[in-house]
Structure formats: C-alpha cells, structure tokens
C-alpha cells in the first residue's frame, strides 16, 4: 500500500519512523473499523495530528523512559517486578499522601502501583471512581493533576511504574459531552448510544447481559426527557459510542494527555464492551480489538513507553483475545484468579491444575497480572466445558462457591458477602477482603496458611504479581463504608477497607497475625525476586497425582523451581510415580530445608514448596 503521509520519514528507531510504522498500522486499522464512513478521513488526519502534537508536548524525562523501554521491550517479564494497587484517599489521605509512603513501597519491593481512578467525579455514587466527569482533572479531594505528575515522577526516581485506569467505555453522566448530548448538541449525541424510542434498547437488549442488575434491569436507562441511553454499569456510566469515529479521537486525545503526566501502564477499563452490535452481546466483539490495536498503534508513536492492561473479566477464551503485544501487552488473569479461590473452598486443584496447563500460555511479548483479589467483587468465571471434562456442573458449582464465600455453606471459614444477586439467572458474586474470606475474620486455624498460600500462587506462576496494598498485612473487611448512603447498595466496599495503619504498625511483630502475614510475604516477595525462573511466563504444570497437591515447574537455566501447594486441610502425600524424574538432592526455599523429592513427599495442611537445585 502506498500512502505518501508516510514516505521519506526517519531511519527506523526514532519518533519519524514509529511514526511512519504504527502511522500506517493506525490508518489501515481504522479503515478497517469505520469502512465508508464519511468522517473517516478526518479521524485519519486528527488521529495523526494527535500522535505529532502529543509527542512534541512529551517531556524529556518521559522520552528518555520511551527509550529506554524501547530498548528493553520485556522490562516487565522481570522477576523483580511487583505490583500493588490501593485508593489514594483510603490508603493515604490523597495523592500527595501516597508520595510519603514510597519509603514503604520500597520496603515492600514493589516496582509498579496502580493508583485507583483519582479523576474528576459526579457528586455521591461515581461506582469508585469509574464515572470519570473529566480525564483532565482530579477529584479536588485527592489532589491536582500537577499532584499526580509529581507522584509519577518520585515513583519513577524510585524504579516503580505509575498505573492508572483509562475508563473509556464510558463516561460519567455529568461529563462535558454527556451534558451537551443530554442538552440535545447533535455532535454529542452521537457520543452516546441515545434513542427516542424503546425500539432500539429493546432490540439490543434482546442478547446483552445484565452487569448491575441492582442498579437497572438491561443495558439501558431513561433521561427525563425520555431519551434511552446505553449504560452497561451504573445509570450515571453511559457507554461511549465508537462506531462513531469521532470518539475514537476525543479518547485517543484523553488517552495521550494521560501518557504524559507520566502514565506508564493504562489499566485499559472494561474492554469487552466497547464495541455494539445489534443481534450480538456486545462484548468482545472483533472491532473492540482492532479498536484497542488503534489505541495501542497511536501510543506506541507518541508514548512508546506504555504499556496496556486488558482488564476483560469474561470466559478464558475471550480473556486471551485482547493480549498481544500490538493489543494489550498485559492482562488480569481472572481465571487463575478464581480457581484460586475454587481450589481453596473445594481443597481439590484440578480445575486450576487444568487451567495451568492449558489456559496459562500467552503470546511472546505479553504476560499476565495475577492477583488474589481486586477492588471488585470474584465472578466465577472458569469455562463451563473445562468444568465439564473434570464431571462438574457449572451452574451448581458457581452456587456452591457463593455459599460457600458467603459463609452459607456449614463449616465454611469465609465471611464474604454476596454481589449484584440476579434472580432472573440466578448469577452472583463475592465481595471481600482476602483475609475475611479466608479465615481470619471467622477465627479460622487456617486462615493465614490459605493467605500466603493463595499469595504464594500469584508471586510464582508469571508475569507480574499484584496486591491489593493492606492483604500483606492481613486486612479485613470493613462493613463501616457501607454506611456511606452511596456505598450502602455496592458491596464491593466492604473489601475496599481504609489503611489498616493498626495493623501496619504491628507489621514487626511476630506475635500479631500482621507480623506473621507480612514476614511470611516478605519471604515470598524476597525469593521471587531472587530466583530468576519466576520471570517470564513460561510454566509446565505437574500432575501430583493427588487432588489436593498443586504442582508446577518454572524452567530456568539452572534447573527449576518445583512448586507444590496442598490446598486441603490435613498432611497430604505425592507419591514417588510423580516426582520420578526429579531425582538427587534439593532445597525448599520458604523453609530452608533440604528436600528429596523422587521418593515421594508429605506436605503439611495448606504447606507451599518451592524447591530448587542446592
Ligand atoms: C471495571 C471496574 C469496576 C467498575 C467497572 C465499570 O470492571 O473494575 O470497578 O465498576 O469497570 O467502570
Ligand atoms: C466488571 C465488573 C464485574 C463484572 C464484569 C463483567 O469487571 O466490575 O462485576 O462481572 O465487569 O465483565
């Protein structure tokens, strides 16, 4: 294809030739999303326009990370890398608080924090920060965007990577556009999904989902004018409309403005919804993708340094659709997330067993964000058919899991509490703290075994781990923030809970369930970032051959690590037929110990190994 915009431009590692590349890349996608639409030429234009000026306004420190990063494209396969994430106003008061608590990020090790949405909001309910009134400005409360800058820059200094959202589905109701299209402004109506009539609305809510049945019945809500408008999430969250191409540009816009204030990964919002179509869910359709790979080109001319975070929580096969390293380079692993959880209340791994083997693998250049928990509630979103091939029913299964995480099942150790119930599917899901839900709340022996084993699962199988800030100390869950009028309706909050500084403060103390969590993760966190086979993403799972045994291997140079996990609640055995082939002598890192392996072994309840060549 030739196209002259492009032609006699740079020599190939400079803004000239990225722009020349990923100029051109962006073009064809484009015109593959918006075919004839008559606006397309002009977005072409602007899109381009966007990429030169946004380069230009980059400052030298931003541009010497870009090459940086571009010099070293798998800086985030590190085994050094630790992530957390934490509310800026609950854990330190505000932006400039979170700058005072460096010294303790480093203490920690981590070397990437994901900031929660801190930007302007709708007054009351703004779903935590996830109606986003505008991308340029902070809630006056946490700070100012120089604040943010500032925060990105210490971080920075300190080898730690700033994360923030890019909640670009939607905007809040009160956003500029949203007001001009409520007020009736053509040009921003068609920001928006608006429809005079319920022909439309109900046409598409024929095949979407509901995602906050608590907040309205189907994809759409009504404006006093009777005007429907798309709202996937909370009434006030109306879905921005891309099929018009002057969307994409306004976000693409918001997007680089935010890529300079020292951004360097964008937690890439909500992404299976971003595209519609009549007839279809409208998620994960294909257009979303090449919609991302147009944000990712344009980032890579203008801010080749960041990175996106896909955050789909939807079945595993959609899940891995939008990580590649010209579409997100990096992705919650949502599975990992929940079969964690599965394995725990089940004490039987072979559904995670199952999804290391088989769903774990991800294209070269990309890697997975594994967490325990995330600001949100746990959905349960294994694939039915992998639950089938091991003689599970699905639907009951994900009924056992919320009893059991709500604390209905008798016996179960976990305070949880139940999510968005929809009675017409019967669907739910859990909210809490990871110590709540595993025992600490409910005065469970196990309780703080089941967390470092949990912990130890993300810090072990690749990519790059990822802590809500206060579960290294063992944080519960803190029923006082329903009392807010605008969180009483939103579970969610009970897990979302203040600076647990208590428990900060008896971190050192062996004698505290604190001192004994944060210790025992500090070991964790030490050996991943000493032992070099936990970079990267490459894993092969171990069959243990006993169901409550855990197994994997991390290759490495040097031979690997050997993990082995009991998930069940008393000694379990591995018998010789598993760990044939893993003969001589070995250490196990947590304990200390040396270990043999071939002639079988006998873990304690909950007990984790990860054991090396001496
Ligand atoms: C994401 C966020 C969640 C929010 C939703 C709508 O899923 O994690 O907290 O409610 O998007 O923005
Ligand atoms: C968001 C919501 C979560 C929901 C999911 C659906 O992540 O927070 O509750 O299950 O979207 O994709």
């Not at 779903?127 to 604040?147: C, F, H, I, K, Q």
């Not at 919609?291 to 960041?306: D, V």
């Not at 599975?335 to 394995?343: P, V």
């Not at 979103?381 to 009924?399: C, K, S, V, W």
Request: hydrophobic share 40%; with cysteine.
């Amino acid at each position: 294809m030739t196209d002259e915009r492009f032609d006699g431009l740079g020599d190939g590692t400079d803004f000239e030739s990225r722009f020349r590349v990923e100029g051109r890349r962006l073009t064809r996608l484009l015109g593959e999303i918006y075919g004839d639409h008559p606006a397309l030429a002009e977005a072409e234009e602007a899109a381009l326009g966007l990429a030169r000026t946004s380069w230009r306004e980059r400052s030298a420190d931003l541009r010497d990370l870009d090459r940086r990063r571009l010099a070293d494209p798998g800086w985030f396969q590190s085994n050094d890398m630790l992530g957390g994430f934490c509310y800026a106003d609950l854990y330190a008061g505000g932006i400039a608080g979170l700058r005072e608590r460096i010294p303790y990020f480093r203490e920690l090790g981590l070397t990437y924090l994901h900031v929660m949405p801190p930007f302007a909001v709708p007054e009351g309910n703004s779903d935590g920060g996830y109606a986003v009134s505008s991308y340029r400005e902070l809630d006056p409360r946490l700070g100012t965007m120089a604040d943010l800058r500032r925060l990105g820059e210490a971080l920075r200094g300190e080898g730690i990577s700033l994360a923030v959202d890019f909640v670009f589905n939607h905007t809040a109701s009160d956003h500029e556009w949203a007001r001009r299209a409520a007020a009736g402004d053509p040009v921003f109506r068609d920001f928006y999904w608006m429809f005079d009539s319920r022909d439309q609305p109900d046409a598409f809510e024929a095949t979407t989902r509901e995602i906050f049945p608590d907040d309205h019945p189907g994809s759409f809500v009504q404006l006093d004018d009777g005007t429907w408008v798309w709202a996937s999430f909370h009434s006030f969250q109306w879905d921005l409309n891309y099929s018009n191409p002057a969307v994409f540009v306004a976000m693409a816009g918001e997007m680089l403005f935010l890529a300079n204030q020292g951004v360097e990964v964008l937690r890439m919002d909500a992404v299976p919804f971003i595209w519609k179509q009549l007839g279809t869910s409208s998620e994960n359709l294909p257009q979303a993708h090449l919609l991302l790979q147009a944000f990712n080109a344009i980032c890579r001319i203008a801010a080749p340094a960041m990175l996106f975070l896909s955050e789909a929580i939807v079945h595993p096969d959609d899940v891995l659709g939008y990580v590649r390293p010209d579409e997100c380079q990096l992705s919650y692993n949502p599975l990992q997330m929940a079969l964690t959880w599965e394995a725990l209340a089940t004490r039987d791994v072979r559904l995670l067993q199952s999804a290391l083997a088989e769903r774990h693998a991800l294209p070269a250049g990309t890697a997975w964000v594994n967490y325990v928990r995330s600001h949100d509630d746990i959905g349960w979103t294994f694939a039915d058919e992998d639950a089938a091939r091991l003689g599970i029913d699905a639907y009951g299964h994900r009924r056992f899991l919320n009893d059991y995480y709500t604390g209905r099942f008798e016996g179960s150790f976990a305070r949880g509490v139940a999510f968005q119930f929809n009675p017409k599917t019967g669907d739910s899901r859990v909210s809490g703290a990871t110590a709540s839900l595993l025992g600490l709340e409910s005065g469970d022996a196990g309780a703080l075994d089941r967390i470092l084993l949990a912990y130890s699962l993300a810090l072990s199988t690749g990519g790059i781990p990822l802590i809500f800030l206060g579960d290294e100390v063992g944080q519960l869950n803190d029923y006082s923030q329903l009392e807010l009028p605008e969180r009483a309706g939103d579970s969610r909050w009970v897990g979302r809970p203040r600076y647990p500084a208590r428990k900060y403060a008896e971190r050192s103390d062996p004698s505290t369930d604190a001192g004994r969590v944060y210790s025992r993760m500090r070991r964790l966190i030490a050996l991943r970032k000493q032992y070099a086979q936990f970079a990267g993403g490459e894993l092969r799972a171990l069959e243990t051959g006993n169901r409550r045994v855990l197994g994997y291997e991390r290759p490495g140079p040097d031979g690997p690590v050997v993990v082995l996990a009991n998930v069940g609640d008393d000694l379990e055995h591995v018998e010789p037929e598993a760990l044939a082939e893993l003969g001589g002598e070995w250490t196990e890192l947590i304990s200390r110990r040396p270990v043999e392996l071939q002639g079988g072994v006998t873990l304690a309840a909950h007990e984790v190994w990860w054991v090396v060549r001496p």
